[in-house]
């Protein structure tokens, strides 16, 4: 680890499962993240070593696509030829970093240059001192004009890249810039801005892009007002997520919601509790709830209950009357959680909450490269030293346990941000990295059992559980923990790993029911449920949170919605629920 030149400690690391970050205010486009020679991107030093063919298929189908050869072999050892949406991704990582213009208008000051930074800086930063145009065509083949051209309009290197490898190299130049606007229309609409902010953004970035391709390509203008137009009819399907992100209710805010109206094909039992992104591409939120018998979604950051953001959204048909909180209450602070860190926390860094817990840390050679840029400076650092330091601690959740030291979260730390028992995911022959991965993709589990508290009332003598999409038992735990006994549960769990980690859960808390674990829902049919039910009796709840590859905000390739390969399970969900509410009714 300590040899590894990316900030990612992982080499496992599963980019399409983590959420957008969610720090406020914080953009993942700072301009310091021009750490050296691919240190924003993903890998190991673990990487196979073995050289890449020449003649390798997928070798040669990125090197057409104007990537370097070196490049594509160092990416290829590191990740394998299997995952060719993985590749592409780390390739427009590496290529965004090395083509990265010196400044920017957007940038008011580069923290990574020489010039700011003195000497000490060129350890954090290898960048020359070329023109925008040069350092474009450093990371571009000589031959790729229209790439070099939507480069020239404005539009980033990434966005390029995917817009030409989704439409084809001999693509018109007027399909690439249409295809890379409305995937910008659409990522902006995602990120859920106020209407007037939307406008002010779009008005100003869409004008500036398509009137230099109007004039300088097409050698016309196109009439004004279009994109505005478009941006008032998408504006009304918009879905708005609440400020402050409380639902309908946290205890530890005053303001509540005490009745809702259920739809009366929702009515339960059995009760249902669905979790995802709440930063979904636009109308999958609409769609889902309109197969979970539209019922309206309750939106929730969990930074209202723990030290850290993780922004979801819930639909259920649960009571939201006479919620209570898991006791003790848990920190909500950084330094109320790891007190240790109060001593070398510096004054400079405003942060008092983490950002989203991801599946993946930063690596030892990040932190030694933030120690060496603190210590060169006796007082505290200069703002663009500070910049750089702030955006990779926001990134990476990275905290100070010394002088000038960062280091990210351990895995125990993270299981105590979450809520789960100390050492959950330790042993068993649990590596590292898969803690990190089970552990990012969880329930956060105090805000889940402040929902599920209506439930201990309700079943003061236990509860039949079917637990789809388990992970590693976040609504098991937050029911137990709630002292709701388990009679029965049903797990339903892709992952060996995570289904290990909750049966030696179940042992160690000396479940008195009966634990059943499934590999695949989609295994789960009628007859199954049938004859499960029939054992004991039915369900009483049906919880899961069908995964989030393709909806993440972080997803930048294959974020399909829930029509991609992992997301389009949610269906399975519902199908499931459905079968269940049915035999349900069949056997009253």
Same mark, same amino acid.
């Given at each position: 680890?300590?040899? %590894? ?12 499962? $983590? ?73 427009? /990582? ?8 010196? &400044? ?18 060129? %350890? ?6 070329? /023109?925008?145009?040069? $350092? ?34 001999? &693509?018109? !130049? ?18 859920? #801005? ?44 918009? !879905? ?13 805010? &005053? ?20 979790? @995802? =992104? ?10 889902? /709830? ?63 909450? !983490? ?20 210590? @060169? ?13 702030? %955006? ?16 990210? #979260? ?41 929902? #599920? ?13 079917? &637990? ?33 980690? =909750? ?6 808390? @000396? ?45 930048? =390739? ?20 459905? #079968? ?9």
């Amino acid at each position: 680890m300590g040899g %590894d030149d990316s900030p990612v400690e992982s080499d496992n690391c599963d980019w399409n499962t $983590e959420d957008e970050l969610e720090i406020e205010n914080y953009q993942s486009s700072s301009s310091c993240l021009t750490v050296p020679n691919g240190d924003a991107v993903t890998g190991s030093g673990e990487a196979s070593s073995s050289a890449v063919s020449a003649n390798s298929k997928v070798f040669n189908h990125f090197i057409g696509m104007g990537f370097s050869g070196e490049m594509v072999s160092k990416v290829i050892q590191e990740y394998g030829e299997e995952n060719e949406d993985k590749l592409l991704e780390e390739l427009l /990582s590496y290529k965004a970093l090395e083509s990265s213009p010196r &400044s920017q208008q957007h940038i008011e000051r580069d923290p990574c240059s020489s010039e700011n930074a003195g000497s000490s800086w060129d %350890d954090l930063s290898d960048t020359d001192n070329f /023109s925008d145009n040069e $350092e474009i065509a450093k990371g571009t083949s000589e031959n790729d004009d229209t790439l070099r051209t939507l480069v020239k309009m404005g539009y980033k290197l990434e966005e390029a890249l995917i817009a030409i490898e989704r439409l084809g190299r001999n &693509s018109p !130049l007027e399909e690439l810039v249409d295809f890379i606007d409305v995937a910008q229309l659409a990522k902006a609409e995602d990120a859920l #801005l106020p209407p007037e902010e939307k406008l002010q953004y779009n008005d100003y970035t869409k004008s500036k892009k398509r009137s230099f391709y109007n004039c300088e390509v097409l050698g016309r203008k196109k009439p004004r007002g279009c994109e505005k137009k478009i941006l008032n009819e998408d504006e009304e399907e918009a !879905l708005h997520l609440p400020n402050p992100m409380i639902g309908f209710g946290v205890p530890t805010e &005053s303001m509540f919601i005490t009745h809702r109206r259920i739809p009366e094909d929702a009515i339960g039992p059995p009760y249902f509790y669905y979790e @995802n =992104v709440a930063l979904a591409p636009k109308g999958v939120w609409q769609t889902i /709830s309109r197969f979970l018998y539209d019922v309206e979604p309750e939106f929730v950051d969990s930074k209202f209950f723990c030290a850290a953001a993780r922004k979801r959204g819930y639909i259920h048909n649960l009571p939201i009357q006479n919620r209570f909180p898991l006791l003790p209450l848990p920190p909500r602070t950084v330094h109320e959680a790891f007190p240790l860190t109060r001593k070398w926390w510096p004054s400079w860094d405003p942060r008092t909450k !983490l950002n989203c817990l991801q599946t993946c840390i930063g690596s030892a050679k990040l932190t030694e490269r933030i120690r060496k840029a603190v210590e @060169n400076y006796t007082g505290d650092p200069p703002e663009h030293v500070q910049k750089f330091v702030l %955006d990779q601690c926001r990134k990476w959740n990275l905290v100070w346990v010394g002088r000038n030291k960062v280091a990210p #979260l351990e895995p125990d730390e993270v299981e105590t941000l979450l809520g789960f028992p100390r050492n959950h995911t330790r042993g068993g022959g649990i590596s590292r990295t898969d803690r990190y991965k089970s552990l990012g993709n969880s329930f956060q589990v105090d805000t889940v059992a402040y929902h #599920l508290s209506v439930l201990k009332e309700m079943y003061p003598d236990g509860i039949n559980l079917l &637990s789809l999409f388990s992970g590693i038992g976040g609504a098991e735990v937050a029911l137990h923990r709630l002292g709701i006994p388990l009679k029965n549960v049903v797990s339903v769990e892709k992952s060996e790993v995570n289904r290990n980690i =909750v049966r030696s859960w179940w042992e160690q808390t @000396n479940q008195k029911g009966h634990l059943f674990d499934m590999d695949d829902v989609r295994e789960l049919d009628g007859d199954r449920l049938e004859q499960l039910m029939s054992t004991f009796g039915g369900f009483d709840l049906v919880v899961g949170g069908s995964p989030c590859n393709n909806l993440a905000g972080s997803n930048r =390739v294959s974020r399909d919605g829930l029509e991609g390969k992992e997301s389009s399970l949610f269906f399975d969900y519902f199908r499931i629920l459905d #079968l269940v509410k049915n035999l349900t009714a069949k056997h009253r």
